[in-house]
């Protein structure tokens, strides 16, 4: 399937003429097409599912991977399962709240969990992505393609990684590229549930998955008792996990914790030198 369109949404007008970039998606992915093909990080959210889509319509070989974290929407989980069956699900070696245990709660600066649930996999391979600078500060500096910087061996090629947010749905809506519902509730990312980055939302998840809400709450009780039973005193504000839970779900917190930091020390040290 040719993915050239005339649409205007998707054309890029420039002082040298219009660019047609569902096109330029396709040829970056055509050009960088390894003969044993693209390893897809898919996650099932809206970037994903256009560059599944993309890789489709070039028509290149790829294989998609789809990194359980044992704390994901279920509803992006159904819609992984009803509508990209040959997407391979990778589940981790330790549910992520066991290891939140060992490695204390992330943080925004501290996101101990991305690296070893979200992130891993394809190594040795050419990674697929739909990272899109218009996504963070942090990705506008990302190249269309480049190579990792913590294992050599991992190749990136991001054929979206200068699409608008307007430019994704746009290609959805025009291809009927089914999406995981959750986005037509307002959900903006489709991640792991409570995920510092979704802010003041946590507490909305909180609300909507109140088991899950309890399983964490779980979690935090056994880090509060496994950080008290070390005489660790940067406990001590909280009277007990819950506590602690909702304290750190609370977005109206803005400065940097320095007692976080004490909590985190020698687990982030070892994430940092793996």
């Known amino acids: 399937m040719n993915g050239c369109t005339k649409d205007e949404s998707l054309i890029d ?12 998606a396709i040829d970056r992915l055509q050009e960088f097409e390894p003969p044993e093909g693209y390893y897809l990080a898919f996650s099932g959210g809206k970037d994903s599912v256009v560059i599944k889509a993309l890789a489709d319509m070039g028509e290149v070989k790829y294989d998609a991977h789809y990194n359980l974290t044992t704390i994901d929407p ?4 159904y819609f992984i399962r009803d509508h990209h069956p040959d997407v391979i699900i990778e589940r981790p070696k330790i549910p992520l709240l066991k290891m939140l245990v060992k ?4 943080q925004r600066m501290r996101r101990w969990c991305c ?12 990674v697929l992505t739909g990272i899109r600078h218009a996504e963070s500060s942090g990705r506008k500096k990302r190249e269309a393609v480049e190579t990792c910087y913590t294992d050599d061996s991992i190749n990136f090629v991001h ?3 200068h699409w608008s947010d307007k430019n994704v749905w746009d ?9 995981c519902k959750l986005y037509d509730e307002g959900w ?3 991640g792991c549930l409570f995920c510092p980055f979704a802010g003041i939302h946590r507490r909305i998840q909180a609300e ?5 809400a309890q399983a964490f709450i779980r979690a935090f009780q056994r880090l509060y008792d496994n950080r008290k039973s070390r005489g660790m005193k940067s406990v001590d504000r909280w009277k007990d996990g819950e506590e602690m839970f909702w304290w750190w779900l609370n977005e109206s917190r803005t400065r940097r914790d320095e007692d976080q930091g004490l909590l985190n020390l020698q687990s982030t040290a070892r994430v940092e030198r793996a």
């Not at 490695?103 to 992330?106: A, L, V, Y």
């Not at 690296?115 to 050419?126: A, C, F, I, L, S």
């Open 188 to 190: 903006k990312r489709v």
């Open 103 to 106: 490695n204390g709660f992330p």
């Open 171 to 179: 290609f959805i809506r025009k291809f009927k590229i089914p999406y």
């Open 74 to 77: 279920p509803e992006l989980v």
């Open 208 to 212: 909507r998955y109140p088991k899950y």
């Open 115 to 126: 690296k070893e649930y979200k992130e891993r996999g394809g190594t040795g391979r050419y």
């Open 13 to 24: 007008r420039t002082l040298f003429g219009d660019i047609d970039i569902v096109q330029v």
């Open 159 to 161: 054929p979206i990684i």
